[in-house]
Structures are given as C-alpha cells and as structure tokens.
C-alpha cells in the first residue's frame, strides 16, 4: 500500500455526460477552481468530449489526455486505462468508476467522493457526508451534497467572483445613468417544454419594454414559433413583437453567461450550475428545476423557494407580497402555465425582489464555498 497519509495534491474528477451541459458545466468549474486556487494537480476524466466542447470550445476531440486551463483532461473511455490512482477520487453524480480503477482503489485507499446533485431540501444535511461501504471491496465512499447551509458542502462559487460581479455592476449602473436604457433587460435559458411562448407574450404586451437576451439553445424553434417565422433565427439577429425586442445570443463561454447574467435585470436560468451562477449575480431569477419524475422537481422547487423568500438562520425574509409574485411565477413557469398576470405580479415588485436578490446572494456567499469544503474535508480525513 502507497502512503497517502499526507497527500491530497492528486485529484481525479470522473463526469459523465448524461444529456443537457450541467454535469460538465459543473465539474469544470470544479476542476478550474481545485487547480486555480489550490494548487492541486486536477485530472478531469470525461466520457463524451464532443459534448463537453460546447463549453471547453478549445477542446481537441481527437486527443486522448490534454490541458485546458491548468486542468488535464481525459478522454474516459471504456477500455479504460490509467498511470496511477489519485489521492482524492470525485465520482460526479453518481457516474460509476470503472472497475480497473476502482481495484486499484482498493489498494491505495484515496478519499472517495461522490458530489450529488444540489437541492434545497431538508434532508440533505442528513445525507452529507454519510459513508458509504463499497459491497466488494474494502473502500469507503463519502456523500458529499452542496447545500444552502453550514452543515452541507456549499455551492461552487471561485474567490474572486463576487468582487468582480460587482465591479461589473457599479461600471454597468454609471453606463447606465449616462445613457437612455428603458428597457427591461431579461436573459432567457431554460427547458424547450417551457412556456416560451407565453412568457414572450407576456413581454410583448408588458408595460414597459423589454430586450430578452436568448443564447442559442433548444428553445429556438419556440422563439422562432412565436414570432411566425419558419427559418431559424441565428446569433446577431433580432424580432420585434409589441414591447419585446428578443435578441439571439451565440451559446456563450461560461465566463460570457456569468456577466450576461450579471447585466440582466431578471434571469430565466435552468438545472444546477446556471440556476447559482443566478444567485450569485445578485439580481432577481426565476429558476426552471430538470424535470423528475413523480413531479419531485416540484418538491425541488418548493424547498428552495422557502429557503430563497423566507427567513432562516438570521437571514431576512423577503417582503410577503414581492415573495408571493416570485414563488407564483416561478410554480406557473415550472407548470407550463404562464400568463399576464404572473408577469404584471412580477413586475411591479422588482425592486423589492432586487433588493432580496442582492441580500441573498451575500448571505450564501458568507458560507464556505464548494471547493472550500470538499478540500478541508480531505484534509481532515487523512
Ligand atoms: O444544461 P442543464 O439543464 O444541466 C442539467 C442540470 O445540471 C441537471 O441538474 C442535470 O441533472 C442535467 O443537466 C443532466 O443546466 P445547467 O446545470 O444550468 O448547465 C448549463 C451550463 O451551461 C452552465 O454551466 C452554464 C452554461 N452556459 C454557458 O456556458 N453559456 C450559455 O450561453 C448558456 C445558456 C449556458
């Protein structure tokens, strides 16, 4: 057996890419992170890399092993072969290690994570960090759920990034006061089974005008639906309905989303990763959760509205009426049945929600980050 016992530098993070970019959008954020502000040497397996190139657009496909970012990252493929086991194994969402690897494992005993999806429930402060037997082998792998609270793992959230969002607010607000900007600015990402047509219905008649900034992903044929047209609407180009003045956006570098969010004054974000990169931009969001069965998305949903608007562990909890407006427009977009009223509601209490949003981002930001935890709860297991 090796001697681990002062080691975590070596970190292995395997992701496999079930379908939309959240498992990779998170695990290179990770992995950026582990090795931009730790120092530690991040290796970055990943099964599908035609996928992942949509957000490593540097990405070469054809390459078994390469290095982005301080980052190397492998080609995960199912012969799979390796030099060596890591100090810290991360088995993202439950991916399911190879099983020459995990052999290897079994003789080097690293510490074994696997990160869950996020989730504002309950009961995940139970679930973090409970082990787990391996039924085979003598290994011991440990839950490690990111949450809202002191007693979960955090949400990923880099050092740097809230003192940059607000140099990038205060320099967008003094361009703002010397320029005439009516118009509500709104990003739009979310699941093509959302009502997209009735909210750009909702906007085309909305009092006062709106700019929704789409990037390019499935929603376009519901975007060009509404607008009457048959050829798809491509990066630069724009329509006009009532209000609205819908801008296509090209799919942006995760770095390009964060200041997209950060201009905007209300978010439509989905998933995991897009949903806190919209808390941290400190502004007002409505979050579509991925679509589970038996409606548990819903249960999702509800528990993290309770913990956004309401108050809890000092937090303060937002204004009734403002709460009311979000949570309605939130359960009516989850459930396809958007209308006016959701909007108006919506509207007329933005600036409270603002206010909230920037408070709330704060609050969370108090808390250890992700990457914070994962790396003092290594140390700690050694
Ligand atoms: O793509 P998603 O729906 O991913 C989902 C969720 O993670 C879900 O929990 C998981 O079960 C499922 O995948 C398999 O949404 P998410 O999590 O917001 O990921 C989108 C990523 O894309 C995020 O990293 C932000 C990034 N992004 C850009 O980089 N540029 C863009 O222009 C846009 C719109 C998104």
């Given at each position: ?13 395997f992701c496999r890419i079930v379908d939309n970019y959240g498992d990779i959008g998170v695990c ?18 990943v099964d599908d890399?035609i996928s992942a190139?949509k957000l ?20 995960w ?14 088995e993202a969402f439950g991916c399911e ?18 990160l869950e999806y ?73 699941y ?79 998933g995991e990763d ?16 991925y679509r589970q ?90």
């Amino acid at each position: 057996m090796s001697d681990h016992s002062i080691e975590i530098q070596h970190w292995d993070i395997f992701c496999r890419i079930v379908d939309n970019y959240g498992d990779i959008g998170v695990c290179w954020r990770l992995a950026k992170q582990l090795s931009a502000e730790y120092g530690l040497d991040v290796r970055l397996w990943v099964d599908d890399l035609i996928s992942a190139r949509k957000l490593l657009p540097a990405l070469n496909t054809d390459v078994q092993t390469q290095t982005q970012q301080g980052v190397e990252i492998r080609h995960w493929q199912s012969a799979f072969s390796f030099d060596a086991v890591a100090d810290v194994v991360i088995e993202a969402f439950g991916c399911e290690l190879p099983e020459n690897y995990l052999l290897a494992m079994a003789e080097t005993q690293p510490v074994w994570l696997n990160l869950e999806y996020l989730s504002a429930e309950s009961w995940v402060e139970q679930y973090h960090l409970q082990p787990s037997p391996h039924p085979r082998l003598p290994l011991k792998k440990t839950f490690f759920f990111p949450g809202f609270t002191q007693k979960t793992g955090g949400l990923l959230r880099e050092r740097g990034l809230l003192p940059e969002r607000d140099v990038f607010q205060h320099q967008r607000t003094a361009d703002l006061l010397t320029g005439t900007h009516a118009a509500l600015r709104v990003s739009l990402f979310c699941y093509p089974f959302a009502p997209v047509r009735q909210l750009l219905t909702c906007m085309a008649q909305s009092a006062r005008p709106v700019e929704c900034l789409i990037p390019q992903t499935g929603i376009m044929d519901e975007v060009c639906g509404f607008f009457g047209i048959t050829t798809a609407l491509t990066a630069g180009q724009q329509r006009k309905a009532g209000n609205l003045t819908a801008k296509i956006l090209p799919f942006l570098s995760q770095a390009d989303y964060d200041r997209l969010l950060w201009s905007c004054d209300l978010n439509f974000v989905r998933g995991e990763d897009s949903w806190i990169r919209a808390i941290w931009a400190g502004r007002p969001f409505i979050w579509q959760p991925y679509r589970q069965d038996d409606e548990a998305h819903l249960v999702k949903l509800d528990a993290f509205l309770d913990r956004y608007l309401k108050a809890e562990d000092g937090l303060k909890a937002c204004e009734l009426s403002a709460a009311e407006a979000l949570a309605a427009c939130h359960h009516a977009w989850s459930r396809g049945a958007l209308e006016p009223h959701h909007w108006q509601q919506l509207m007329q209490h933005l600036p409270t929600l603002d206010s909230h949003a920037q408070r709330r981002s704060e609050d969370w930001a108090a808390l250890p980050d992700l990457a914070a935890k994962l790396v003092i709860f290594c140390r700690n297991s050694l």
